[in-house]
């Protein structure tokens, strides 16, 4: 099957208010609350995959004024989220619902279970209610509900059902199995596929994503790196240029996002970071430059193109950085078309930004993430630079390949198979640490 840019930007693309892992859950147990039609609900036993587990421990969900946890976002969403507002399901979510799950899980009626072999996204949530019993998987994608059951029996036909199984014609799967035949060449040519209407669509993620930052700038919530940063260029200690607007830009936005803010981000690869990576940046520098605001969307648009090539290589979810890694290459892309780059040169800053943060590890959804978001939001600008200077890392260094496909194929083995143990690691580090309290 032949997919187009309509098709990635409905997959790839979407807002969530929150964390999406921790979203993901509550999702899932939303939705299968939703099935007991108002039954009181007494318990609930969460199964994810290590990867959700690593992502939904730390980070603050929105609305709770900085709670977080597996259990709270299950909680929250089966006691007052909206399933058929997807990733926005904890909009509901208020002060009187949030002390509602306080009692609830006071009382130990959530259980989390970790599938520590499971590959790839993953969550299975039971909610009961006396003898009653409903059911959902979530699979691929975080708003992917796959199935739902009540009292043991499958529901075959259901709203929330909106994408099932996982092979197939439109399914995750198989746009990225079409995303890996591409070459560069033909992810830059999609941007002329780009019509008026998916234009208003990535100035209007733009639009969430500044709302973000701007919240960040303006109360410094979370570690407050953006507003920091501003701090410094004020005081005249750091130079405001390209590199630094970028930086200050995501990296409150992160802030922001990290802090719980209840304001959703416009999401790329299924993360909202992600998102925050993938078109602030470009943002920043076109603040600097004469172009026109159509090129702009253009760019981020080939961001996106960029980010969910990448991810389909390396998983949705894996050891690595998606934000260096994907958003980043993909702000580097778009940020060197920005700047009158050829297709060479967006193939130089995609290697340079690669040489750069390949080594940069996912350890959660957390405060700090404002930290390599800032990070890869300025490496992005600096590698698009280096490459319109005439410097690229030559294909004899390290996981560099001869190509960029063949550059970012080589970032999808070091995820996919050389960075296992190290994952493994990685959430047994932070699972002794919550159990000791340090």
């Not at 969530?16 to 299968?32: D, F, Q, R, S």
């Amino acid at each position: 099957m032949s997919y187009g840019v309509k098709d990635i930007l409905r997959m790839e693309v979407s807002p969530a208010l929150g964390c999406t892992e921790p979203v993901a859950i509550a999702l899932g147990a939303a939705a299968a609350a939703s099935l007991l039609k108002g039954k009181k609900i007494e318990a609930i036993e969460l199964w994810v995959d290590p990867n959700i587990y690593k992502n939904g421990m730390a980070v603050s969900i929105p609305g709770t004024k900085g709670l977080s946890g597996l259990d709270t976002a299950a909680a929250l969403g089966a006691l007052g989220g909206d399933p058929f507002l997807k990733m926005e399901v904890l909009s509901p979510v208020d002060e009187v619902i949030t002390r509602k799950v306080s009692t609830f899980l006071a009382a130990g009626n959530v259980r989390v279970n970790l599938l520590s072999d499971h590959k790839g996204l993953y969550i299975k949530t039971i909610v009961k209610s006396g003898i009653n019993t409903a059911e959902s998987v979530i699979q691929d994608l975080h708003d992917n509900i796959v199935e739902l059951s009540v009292n043991g029996k499958k529901i075959t036909k259901h709203p929330l059902l909106a994408i099932s199984g996982k092979e197939g014609e439109g399914t995750l799967a198989s746009l990225e199995k079409w995303l890996k035949e591409l070459s560069l060449k033909e992810l830059f040519d999609l941007m002329d596929e780009l019509d008026q209407e998916d234009l208003a669509f990535l100035e209007e993620g733009l639009r969430i994503n500044m709302r973000l930052s701007d919240y960040g700038l303006k109360y410094g919530p979370g570690m407050g790196i953006g507003m920091a940063l501003e701090r410094l260029a004020i005081q005249k200690i750091i130079r405001r240029d390209m590199v630094l607007m970028a930086k200050i830009l995501t990296s409150a936005a992160a802030d922001a996002r990290m802090a719980g803010v209840k304001l959703p981000a416009m999401t790329s690869a299924g993360s909202g970071n992600h998102g925050l990576t993938a078109t602030l940046p470009i943002q920043a520098v076109s603040n600097f430059i004469e172009t026109s605001r159509e090129t702009v969307m253009k760019a981020i648009g080939f961001s996106h193109f960029i980010t969910a090539y990448i991810k389909a290589h390396t998983g949705r979810l894996s050891a690595l950085c998606g934000c260096s890694i994907a958003a980043g290459a993909g702000a580097a892309a778009a940020v060197t078309f920005l700047l009158g780059g050829t297709v060479t040169h967006i193939a130089g800053a995609i290697i340079n930004i690669t040489e750069d943060l390949a080594g940069v590890i996912c350890d959660g959804a957390k405060a700090g993430c404002a930290l390599k978001l800032s990070t890869a939001a300025g490496s992005a600008v600096q590698a698009a630079l280096f490459s319109l200077q005439g410097i690229t890392v030559m294909p004899t260094d390290g996981i560099i390949g001869f190509s960029p496909e063949q550059t970012m194929k080589n970032i999808g083995l070091l995820a996919t198979h050389g960075m296992i143990e190290t994952d493994r690691t990685i959430l047994k580090i932070m699972i002794e640490k919550k159990f000791t309290g340090l």
